[in-house]
Each structure stands twice: as C-alpha cells, then as structure tokens.
C-alpha cells in the first residue's frame, strides 16, 4: 500500500516538472515570437540636461504701500491695466489731512500763548510774583508742545494726496478701492514690468553639481506648445529645504534657485506660469546615445542586442558615460549599427528575433 503511494507522489512530482519546464518553454517561445522594434544608432551632439521645475516671474516688480491709514478718494486704474510712471493710481480723500492741519495750528497757537505765559512767569520770578515751580511746568508743556507740532509735521509729510506708478509696467493686483480705509500693512497695490519675464526653477541639490552661469537653457511653459530659449543668470548661494511627500518620513529635499533669463516672450505668456525647464550643462560631439530600454544588465555590466543582417542577435557590451532622464552617452558601439529598441531580459545571444515593420505593427482597438 505504502509502494503505491509512492509511485503516486512520484509521478505527480514528475508531472508538475513537466508541466513548469513546458511553460517555461511556450513563454519564452512567445517572447521570442513576439515582434520587436529596432532601430540604428548614429553619432549625434549629446546634451547633458539638468532638469527643474520652475515658475515665471517678473524680474522687476514693486508692492505700493501706504504709510498713514487714509482714504482712498478715487481710483484711476484697475488690475490688469498699463500705467507709465508718473500716472496717477489713486488719490486719497484730503478730510484726514486737512484733520491733522487744524491740529497742528491749533497746537502752533498754543505754544506761542506757553512762551508769553512763560516770559511773564520769569518776570514775576525776578519781583517774586511767581514761584519757581510755575516756571518749570510752563518750560515743561513748551517742550512737549514743540514734540506734538513735530510729530503732527511728519504726520503730514507722510500723507499723500495721490499715488502714482513707480515705473511702466502693469498692475497685476489691486488690493485698494475708493472708500476703501488704508491698512498700512498691506500693499494697496502690486505693478510688474511684463516686458521683462524671467524664469526661477528650483534644482535639486543633486542635480546642482555642473550647472553654470551662461548656460542655455529650454523652457517648455505647460500651457504653451512651444520651447522657449533661455540663459542661467543667477545662481543662490543658498538652498531651501522641503519635506518629503510622504507624511510618514521625516526626510527632506534640499532644491537650490536658479534664475533664467528669458529671449522673446510673447505676451500670452504670464508670471504664475508653470514651466518645465531643460538646462544644457555640457554638449559631447559626435557621440552615440541610446535610450533606456534599450539597455539590460549583466551582473555589474550593461549591453544592448545588436541586430544582425539575418534577423539574429549579438550581445554588444557598453559602457555608460553619462545620462539624462530617458537617454543614455555610452562607448562600445558603431555608427549606424541597428540594435533593439525594447528588448527582453529573457533573449539569448544567437537568437533569431522578429522585426516589427509596418505590416505586423499590433493595432489597437477604437474605444467605442
């Protein structure tokens, strides 16, 4: 009874073999036949790229405060509209000016009546008609007459009847409107030359490394089809620290600010912006570059799969010398030698592979 049993664990043992070494054997000869795509590398300029969000600001741009809690009296311009300098923005009601006026005559007349009551007091002083103490308080309240008056002046040299624009440019914001009471610690407005846009990217502290002043750069806006061009101009000396996405993780990121600036701006391009930037820190000359998927690894070793005149495949061991996100400088291969686009970790060397052409292309089905 025991011997059958046995027989029995065997051949389902022997089966289950079977049944992997088969499978095994229709995946890789699916993989085999399945097509490929190849293509033949040439040598071409390689651009090392340091790659960076980035936001679009203009270069020159002025918050307008208030330095006295006024009245806004009338407003001339509104968001979004051209000024030149000079323009007046906005004028302020005069009733809170003319207020501190009547203040400061009246305190002007006051300290004239403190200085003869104070001459008289002194002549008093001199028969023995007033006390000493008299005397003192009215040299006291002349005193902090002079303080008010002189408070009351800067007062008014702080009070404008108008504002007008620091410089040509456009209003972006307008924070005040008529009747509109001052706080002085927010800006009334905020005016921007929109004639001269720049670019602030933030670069990743490893990515820093290489990245100079005078370096071209393109810039692709991400609500504009088109690349613009553009030049490193300054460089921070400085980093800014920002926590991971991952609430759970105390790791931060450490971005450095590089300004950018920009050539030929069109006008439906805004600060705010969102762009995607693409500085070019060094150019190899006629060199051959391949792309990612086209590159498996042995061990610590990298090759592509050169694809012969017979369909077959060699193993073409490479070198790595630099990289971008997608596309990779590498030496060990020839001008216009064709190798695969996507090959798979499981293909041999000797190999004979389908080409995808026009005719085999799998199509995809129309969503209804």
């Known amino acids: ?111 004239k009546k403190l200085k003869r009551d104070l001459k008289n007091a002194k002549e008093l002083l001199d028969i023995g008609g007033s006390s000493k103490t008299e005397v003192e308080d009215l040299e006291f309240d002349i005193e902090t007459s002079l303080l008010e008056i002189e408070e009351y002046k800067e007062e008014l040299s702080k009070m404008l009847d108008e504002i007008k624009s620091p410089f040509n440019g456009t209003i972006i914001s307008m924070v005040a409107e008529e009747n509109y009471r001052v706080n002085t610690e927010v800006e009334l407005f905020e005016i921007a030359d929109l004639s001269d846009i720049i670019v602030v990217a933030d670069v990743p502290e490893y990515s820093i490394n290489g990245v100079e002043l005078g370096q071209k750069v393109r810039i692709s806006p991400e609500s504009y089809k088109k690349t613009f061009q553009g030049t490193v101009s300054k460089i921070s000396t400085l980093s800014t620290a920002t926590s991971s996405d991952n609430s759970s993780s105390a790791e931060t990121e450490a971005y450095v600010e590089v300004e950018i600036t920009m050539e030929n701006v069109p006008e439906q391009l805004r600060p705010g912006f969102n762009v995607d930037v693409e500085i070019i820190t060094s150019v190899n000359k006629d060199s051959i570059a391949v792309p990612r998927t086209s590159i498996l690894q042995d061990g610590e070793k990298y090759y592509v799969f050169q694809l012969n005149p017979d369909s077959t495949i060699t193993k073409k061991y490479i070198e790595i010398q630099m990289n971008n996100s997608s596309v990779l400088l590498v030496e060990g291969l020839e001008n216009n030698m064709k190798i695969l686009k996507d090959p798979d970790q499981i293909l041999t060397e000797g190999t004979a592979v389908k080409i995808e052409t026009a005719e085999n292309r799998p199509t995809r089905k129309k969503k209804d």
């Open 1 to 111: 009874m025991k011997s059958k049993k046995m027989i029995l664990i065997i051949v389902i043992i022997f089966l289950a073999v079977l049944a992997f070494f088969l499978y095994k054997k229709n995946l890789h000869s699916e993989d085999i036949n399945r097509s490929y795509s190849a293509y033949k590398v040439e040598k071409s300029d390689f651009e090392k790229i340091v790659e960076a969000d980035g936001v679009m600001e203009a270069r020159d741009t002025k918050l307008v405060y208030a330095d006295e809690s006024l009245k806004v009296d009338k407003l001339y311009y509104d968001e979004g509209d051209y000024v030149e300098k000079g323009d007046v923005i906005m004028t302020f009601d005069p009733e809170d000016k003319n207020t501190v006026k009547r203040e400061l005559k009246k305190e002007e007349i006051n300290l």
